[in-house]
């Protein structure tokens, strides 16, 4: 009764507005009646019909003709655009997406104005800029099942930082500065380049042409069908119309860059541009991106769609690489290769990257998620394809090693009580900017490794096949994937009673593990829906084994009173795997509950959980279990599998974050690392060394810090002094001799100093002057794109993380101004200059900071991580650093 009173009075209140104003608007007011509340106040005063950062669905998108002029002299595009849209619901307005853009025209034609030539209407553009959408008032009601055709001509500047249609500069050999213009959309900034409905789910296709100057040319999504000459001299560019795809993938180039081509087995002609002076850089992306291309096509039994895939190095650029469809863009370090000059690493990062982006055409473009709360769809299948496809075209990479090193860098952040679960919700920009993080791409990538482990690596590609085929030009929830994954039924399978027969082999919509079954979907959503890692507790009674799951959690200990609270409403189901010293065999059983037993195969002197490390979680051996691990490791490491040394290295040092293990426990553990034989297992080792060392020394704790330098210089004397001060040997060979130079050097061993002396002025006789001329040409000032990888190099220097933090509070306004509060370079950049804080004072200095931040309402997930990360680092040290000092004492 209140509430129709109210709805009474409200719909006076709005009704004698709706007289003052003209018939147009009367129609809005029926919306307010409808659903009574505050509607958002559009730019010039008038009520703007939607209040939702969501788009309505009664109008979608079927066709989009876009024309797109950028002048690279002033700095600035003029653009038109036709969007048939499908109305499915009558509506009196279109809401689209749209961001510093001013239109300067709209009309409306229907499908039989169009037919017929007729001008069209006129429409009404409201604007919003808080939700970046704008309204366009229709003065009938679009009819339900009609198509119409909206005009609209719009014009901006070019963006000046990194997204939607900006511009990008670099330097030629010759010392001039040129321009090139770029886009770069996604998550949420194709509505920064042309009106949009700019969400994944509204896909459709795009017939683009591009004005362009002579000097010039233009790339896009798919090849050119012709060039015509306009006026002034000038040329217009026509593109062949996309397949159906999201906004987010649109991509198109102004630029004057040179390129190698090739031509894959199945005839798509890859291109590779750069710069003209950075051509002679571009050869081994094409040899790398052509091999991938033929592996993916195999590997999952759907060609690649496009006629060609142009990739481009964009000197201006701010994530690593974009995977548009038919024309990824990449920062020039992701994409060039130089023989000569190039490292091992960078060998390793191009042909990821590559790997990744290649991927994307498939997981992302061909499939994508529905919405940004999903987006480990696109990333952590992106991510882990980079494992499957670099294992079987470039093994001499040994990715395998690395990819343990993506799965320990995301335990990092879950192992924190403010880490989230794979699927969370999002709304606005930031939010869904921040979805990009390790959680979405590691973790993702993570559980994916497992779950092939778990299924079989046949069973595993058919689900996904099956996926693809299924959500082709469409988009996919989490749901989808499960159901795709235990549904093995392919083309050529046949399927009687719900049971699928292939190979003669059957499957079942529920699979086996031995003795056990269990449906993906409810096995999954314990790692896609709860956040955390778990750990695996095991105690040996006699024969048997007691094994119980807990939360892991790092910097709350089980003594403090929180631990109950946060372990609450936690459980797993975790296919574990385990091997004995008495056999090879792996066996397996998936733990449901938080305690099981398990009978022990043979009389055996160890077990050992989580083989190679594949799965996500854990593992504490409570005593005797981890003595005897250590007692195998010296007396023979090589019984164990090189990726279970780095998993117990790895596990060791976690459980002493997490006051399960003592320190003095886990150092033991490394003391058979000068005769490790594995690069990726010794680095691992070494790696912890250092980062303890970098953490007493960065605290000026001199007495630990001198006693560990001499540590790691007496215990690993062999394993510096058989470097060789030559790049060779294979990848992970090379990464081990530039790690162990690089520490020694740093830790003042003097062969190693003078050695490298020797060395740099040798380099600066011969080649390195010139180089020098050529990075000072080329690097006038240091590119914005390059300012979070500088901060955190200068934060890594005990002399220079102070000053790369007050740089960063001091230029935190001006920050803002290049980047986006969500974007990867601003979260880099805080937790760069930040997490390796380890006292009282900074954590405070931090914490007052960041509230200083959310009090002008500027917040950031990544704020509580920091903060968590730098209590653990207080924790680690009071803990720990009786134990080193003792420790160090008794070993040198
Ligand atoms: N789709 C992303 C690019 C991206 C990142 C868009 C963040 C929007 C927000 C692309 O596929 C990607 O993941 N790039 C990575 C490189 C990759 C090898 C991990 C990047 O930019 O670091
Ligand atoms: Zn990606």
Known sequence: MVRSLRKLIFSVYIGLYCLTVIALQICICSQFNKDPGAFPVATNGEPFPWRQLRLPKEVIPLHYDLFVHPNLTSLDFVASEKIEVLVKDATHFIILHSKDLEITNAILQSEEDSRYMKPGKKLNVLSYPAHQQIALLVPEKLVADLRYFVAIDFQAKLADGFEGFYRSTYRTLGGETRIIAVTDFEPTQARMAFPCFDEPSFKANFSIKIRREKRHISLSNMPKVKTIEVERGLLEDHFETTVKMSTYLVAYVVCDFSSVSGTTSSGVKVSIYASPDKWNQTHYALQASLKLLDFYENYFHINYPLPKLDLIAIPDFESGAMENWGLITYRETSLLFDPRTSSAADKLWVTRVIAHELAHQWFGNLVTMEWWNDIWLNEGFANYMELLSLNATFPELQFDDYFLDVCFQVINRDSLNSSRPISKPAATP?????????????????????????????????????????????????????NSLSNNCLEGDFTSGGVCYSDSKMTSSTLTFPKESVEVKEMMTTWTLQKGIPLVVVKRDGDSLTIQQERFLKGVFKEDPEWKALQERYLWQIPLTYSTSSSDVIHRHILKSKTDTLDLPDKNSWVKFNVDSNGYYMVHYEEPGWDELIKQLNQNHSLLRPKDRIGLIHDAFQLVSAGRLSLDKALDLTRY????????????????????????????????SENLKHYILRYFKPVIDTQSWHDEGSVWDRMLRSAVLILACDLQHAPCIQKAAELFSQWMESSGKSKLIELAMEGKVIKTQNLGGLLMAISRNPTGQQLAWNFVRENWTHLLRKFDLGSFAVRMIISGTTSHFSSKDEFQEVKLFFDSLKAQGLHLDIFQTVLETIDKNIKWLEKNLPTLRTWLLASI
């Open 673 to 704: 690392l000068p005769r490790e034989t594995s690069s990726p297992a010794l680095l691992k080792g070494l790696q912890y060394l250092e980062l303890f060392y970098r953490m007493v020394d960065r605290r000026n704790i001199s007495d630990v």
């Open 430 to 482: 930031t939010q869904i900017q921040e979805m990009f993080d390790e959680v979405s791409y590691n973790k993702g990538a993570c559980i994916l490794n497992m779950l092939k482990n778990f299924l079989n690596d046949e069973k595993f590609q058919k689900g996904i096949i099956h996926y693809l085929k299924e959500f082709s030009y469409r988009n996919a929830k989490n749901d989808d994937l499960w």
